[in-house]
């Protein structure tokens, strides 16, 4: 493999200067959890693929990963196989350390998996359907669960932080702060005993949705938070660290984890995890570009940079937000890049890979742009780009592969706005442009098979689809569609016709699609 460049500079990018970043550390979380098709999903990858995927990040200028394997889908008690699957995950802890990451091990508290769900390889599984809470006030179950947990750390012994994090998932209405402490209490214990550098490798409480709430954003969360936050001030050994985690302004927990752990005096061991700021969930794959949300989350964040260790970003699929990971990356190093206008960045970022930034910019924003900005040529000249610089190497699943996605999503989006461009004049002619739509976001989403926490098995879905693009092509049936009960049964012969769905997953989504 060729050598590679150094890291994008905190200063500029592309003059070699070195500054001091603003956000000391800068990671990026990589959630196993979600099933897709390879290589959008983590959890699809090979050890390659994250080896490499670690090398892009470092060569990006992060110097933290945070993995999520699920550990929570390997069952109790644990069997010889998946004994040798979670030993098999231990090398790709390694890599990231080899590539000068630290790495942090997540778990969820509390959360564990019914038995059944061994019946597929580890990798394999869904966590989900087959989720089960613990309840850390009963004795038995509790200690249970702890040696499980305890067990599966001995063979992942060797990461630098290990995070837990107090809910989304786990655990349940009133739960008291003491059992969330019991949790990480096991935790450093067990590092204590068979951690390969326990002195430096930190317990690191994950605070998102409230410890004890009734669920995820049902009810107020700064009275669990501040007592959770209390509790571990009282009661936590070192060497330990805060993940104060907030969603955007507005939505969820906004800001207030921040808020609290800076009123608690914590905001020294805290790195701010900006969740979402680099991708929303739910995340069917889409060329979704989010600079701005990227400019306010750090901007709001930057007045903490000098107080905080650092900050954190995440995607569920990060193949199709690339742009988006490399302006985290270079604002949360430099402030004054978040300036740059959108243009520039997406170029800039074409430089960095080493590829044409006329095919790239607009297949990266293919969907905010109309016909008349997307050249019919548009998906065979990216199909036969190349991408130059040592860092496409790096991408999983290759760099043509990704070419090969870019130009399937703009394929997707021309083919889309072809369907939605005229009115109908007639039942038939609306049932035509409804099922031309329809497979064009249907063969999208058999190319990267997004099932969010489904089995793997699961028949077409409009929620498995971008809700811009299902939102266009239904506003276009609203308008254009005089009588939905003929289109709907036209459309879905159309489909079945065109061998695009089965006949009973086409009628049902013909007929959420046209509100019957």
């Not at 001995?154 to 019991?182: C, M, Q, R």
Request: charge should be neutral; charged fraction near 25%; hydrophobic fraction near 40%.
């Amino acid at each position: 493999m060729a050598a590679l460049a150094g890291p994008v500079s905190a200063a500029s990018g592309e003059d070699g200067a070195t500054t001091k970043p603003a956000f000391q550390r800068r990671g990026f979380y990589l959630h196993a959890c979600w099933k897709y098709n390879y290589p959008f999903a983590v959890r699809s990858w090979q050890r390659a693929d994250y080896q490499n995927f670690f090398r892009l990040l470092k060569r990006l200028g992060f110097n933290t990963v945070m993995l999520w394997p699920v550990l929570e889908a390997v069952p109790a008690p644990l069997s010889p196989a998946d004994r040798e699957a979670v030993r098999a995950f231990r090398p790709i802890i390694d890599d990231a350390r080899k590539c000068g990451l630290e790495v942090w091990l997540t778990q969820c508290a509390a959360v564990v998996s019914q038995p059944e769900i061994a019946a597929k390889p580890w990798l394999e599984r869904s966590l989900y359907p087959h989720m089960k809470t613990v309840r850390l006030d009963n004795p038995q179950e509790a200690a249970d669960y702890l040696h499980h947990r305890a067990a599966l750390m001995e063979i992942l012994n060797n990461a630098d932080g290990y995070v837990t994090i107090d809910g989304d998932p786990g655990g349940y209405p009133g739960a008291k702060p003491s059992e969330f402490l019991k949790v990480l209490l096991n935790d450093r214990k067990t590092i204590d005993r068979v951690g390969i550098h326990p002195k430096a490798q930190k317990v690191i409480p994950w605070i998102w949705c409230g410890w004890g709430a009734k669920g995820v954003w049902a009810e107020p969360i700064a009275p669990f938070v501040s007592a959770t936050l209390d509790a571990l001030k009282q009661r936590m050994p070192e060497p330990w660290e805060l993940l104060p985690g907030r969603s955007r302004e507005g939505h969820a927990n906004d800001r207030i984890n921040i808020e609290l752990a800076r009123k608690a005096g914590l905001i020294d061991r805290s790195t701010l995890f900006l969740y979402e700021a680099i991708e929303f969930e739910p995340s069917p794959p889409a060329a979704v570009l989010q600079l701005a949300d990227i400019r306010d989350a750090l901007t709001k964040e930057l007045a903490e940079s000098a107080g905080a260790r650092g900050v954190f970003g995440n995607a569920q699929q990060p193949i199709m937000v690339l742009p988006n990971l490399y302006f985290f990356a270079r604002g949360s190093a430099d402030p004054s890049y978040l300036d740059q206008p959108d243009e520039k960045v997406l170029g800039d970022f074409a430089r960095f890979l080493g590829g044409p930034s006329e095919l790239l910019v607009p297949a990266w924003s293919c969907l905010n742009r109309g016909l008349d900005e997307l050249p019919a040529e548009l998906p065979a000249r990216l199909r036969a780009a190349k991408l130059t610089d040592p860092a496409a190497l790096l991408l999983p699943g290759g760099a043509p592969r990704y070419l090969e996605i870019l130009a399937a999503q703009v394929d997707c989006r021309i083919r889309l706005l072809r369907a939605c461009g005229q009115p109908a004049k007639t039942p038939q002619e609306a049932a035509k442009t409804i099922a031309d739509g329809t497979a064009a976001l249907v063969d999208w989403w058999k190319l990267h098979g997004y099932i969010g926490d489904g089995e793997g098995n699961e028949p077409f879905r409009w929620r498995f689809v971008n809700r811009t693009q299902y939102g266009l092509l239904k506003a276009w049936g609203a308008k254009n569609v005089a009588d939905p009960r003929l289109v709907s049964k036209l459309a879905a012969n159309e489909i079945v016709r065109q061998s695009v769905l089965t006949e009973p997953t086409a009628t049902g989504c013909m007929r959420k699609l046209l509100g019957q």
